[in-house]
């Protein structure tokens, strides 16, 4: 590429395929396809999972007891045996000079196939011993093949497509050393580089891939983190001043007899916090136009009753209420405890002999007989139900409103955009409902501007008199996360439960976590065994 040549767009390395790149014949192609990555662009992006600084490597021969490390070594044996129910066990021994690592892995006989004697491999992982030998279950497993350097590069890769880490970085130096040239285009203002001190996006993008150091590493993963925030934060701002300027809203009528009655019955006084929640969306719901807030507290915290004193605002103005929860389970706890909280309110029916009539609250999940769900559905396209409690029923092509007015979504993190969306559609044809989003997920209000941008945030920062508090704390280390270890053995030994929360269930090829399985074999061979 000639140097006098602009700089590359981000849209220009779109509109190459890695097809053009060196050594990417079409059976590379077909697996890197497999993996998402058709351009230039893809596979700059395809980012490393970690980087091992080889200057920092461990020798097996050092490797402690209870010690988590990175390790290189050379397969000596690879064998899977059977154990009882169905289950594999696969043993790899590996070795560096004249000392060896034994790693276990449980059902993942394909790794027999994957680690064959003779091949380099690198693992990371916490050190334990079994019968006199150092072993590591379950570890990390890299083949870096023969590549060199101070730092290494260790991407996610596809055993079954056959794309592995030493692939793609013969491909990645490829591709940076034909753009090197031209260099890369950085659309963020250099007084913003300048101000928060990130590298541009060409020496991000480089030294990601090809770094000298790990504090280059720092630099560049935190410049790049900055700009895939970025595209969220405007991408979410654009869609929420769409809906502002496209959208027609509903003024509700905050100060109403239904809301006062409802505040008045409470057998405790609300918290501060509950107040403020509640004066602020209210003052998004007299606005005519449609809400989207988030409503963020702790188990306990009393999200329910502000949620529910919004849904009261739409019913006392003729409109209905619809809270929509991930879970049947999680349903029928909301209709419950919102149909106990009610009581017996009424609201105004001018067909009635006495003018009014039981405020009414109903329940729509898959577990409602047949005939009852044609009587709900009937009764809530004529207005007769005031608040539905449900889940994805909720969103279903026949499930029709009289006049929607105000969504509740709770767990929102469960629920995609599209569904968010999607309830927020069955409003009528002129005036969008007001959503009100729930989490008792801990988010720092900085990270929920962040991440849910084109909501406005609301926290209940103070649980009610008499509840119990909920700490919440992070183990950055391997010191911390054995003190945790500490705290389950002794609550344990107590004769009480401990769950261990996972984020997948099997091994992942390019997420960088441990799955349920591995966990349940590391707590068995280490921490609780």
């Known amino acids: ?34 993996s998402e990555i058709r351009t230039v662009l893809d596979l700059l992006t395809h980012y490393p999972r970690r980087h091992l600084d080889r200057t920092r490597e461990a020798s097996i021969g050092d490797l402690q007891p209870g010690e988590e ?52 491999v690198l ?31 260790v991407y996610p890769q596809s055993e079954k497509s056959g794309l592995l880490t030493k692939d793609l970085a013969r491909f990645v130096e490829e591709a940076v050393a034909r753009c090197r040239p031209r260099g890369l285009d950085d659309p963020v203002p250099d007084g913003v580089l300048d101000r928060f001190d990130f590298v541009d996006r060409a020496a991000a993008v480089f030294g990601i891939h090809q770094p000298e150091s790990m504090a280059e590493v720092a630099e560049a993963r935190r410049r790049l983190v900055f700009d ?20 027609a809203g509903i003024a509700h009528e905050i100060a109403g007899e239904l809301t006062d009655r409802f505040i008045e019955r409470l057998p405790f006084p609300l918290t501060n916090a509950q107040q403020r929640a509640i004066g602020e969306i209210g003052a998004d719901l007299e606005l005519a136009r449609p809400m989207h807030r988030l409503l963020q507290g702790d188990v306990g915290s009393g999200k329910t009753l502000v949620a529910v004193h919004a849904l009261l605002t739409a019913v006392q103005g003729g409109y209905q209420g619809a809270l929509m929860a991930p879970t049947e ?30 405020l009414r609250v109903e329940l729509l999940t898959n577990r409602v007989a047949a005939g009852d769900r044609r009587k709900i559905l009937a009764d809530l396209v004529t207005g007769k139900v005031d608040i539905i409690i449900g889940t994805h029923a909720l969103i279903q092509e026949k499930v029709e409103y009289a006049a929607l007015g105000v969504v509740v979504i709770d767990e929102q993190h469960r629920f995609g955009v599209e569904q968010r969306a999607a309830l927020r559609e069955k409003g009528d044809a002129v005036t969008a409902p007001d959503v009100l989003v729930m989490t008792a997920t801990p988010i720092p209000r900085t990270a929920a501007m962040t991440v849910y941008g084109d909501l406005d945030v609301s926290v209940l920062d103070e649980l009610p008199p008499g509840r119990t508090p909920i700490n919440t704390e992070w183990a950055r280390d391997d010191a911390a996360e054995d003190g945790v270890w500490d705290v389950v053995r002794a609550e344990v030994g107590a004769g009480r439960q401990v769950y261990v929360v996972c984020p997948l269930i099997d091994e992942s090829e390019a997420l960088d976590v441990r799955s349920a399985e591995d966990s349940f074999a590391a707590l068995q061979a280490a921490e609780l065994s």
Do not use: Y
Not at 12 to 29: A, N, W, Y
Not at 331 to 353: I, K, N, R, W, Y
């Open 1 to 34: 590429m000639p140097e006098g040549d602009p700089p590359l767009t981000l849209r220009d390395l779109d509109q190459i395929p890695v097809s053009r790149l060196r050594g990417v014949g079409d059976k590379k192609d077909a697996a890197l396809a497999g």
């Open 123 to 153: 693992v990371h992982g916490k050190c334990d011993t079994f019968q006199g030998q150092r072993q590591m279950t379950s570890p990390i497993v890299d083949l870096v093949g023969d590549q060199t350097g101070r730092i290494i590069a």
């Open 329 to 358: 389970v999680l349903a029928e706890q909301h209709h419950a405890g919102v149909t106990a909280m009610l009581g017996d309110l009424s609201v105004p029916d001018p067909s009635t002999l006495m003018g009014e009539r039981p």
């Open 228 to 247: 895939e925030l970025l595209r969220v934060q405007l991408e979410l701002v654009r869609r929420k001043r769409r809906i502002e300027r496209e959208t």
């Open 69 to 120: 490390a990175t390790v290189v070594g050379e397969v000596r044996s690879s064998r899977t045996r059977q154990l009882r129910g169905r289950r594999t066990l696969t043993e790899v021994v590996i070795g560096d000079g004249g000392h060896q690592l034994r790693l276990t892995f449980f059902n993942q006989r394909w790794r027999e196939k994957q680690l064959t004697p003779g091949m380099s």
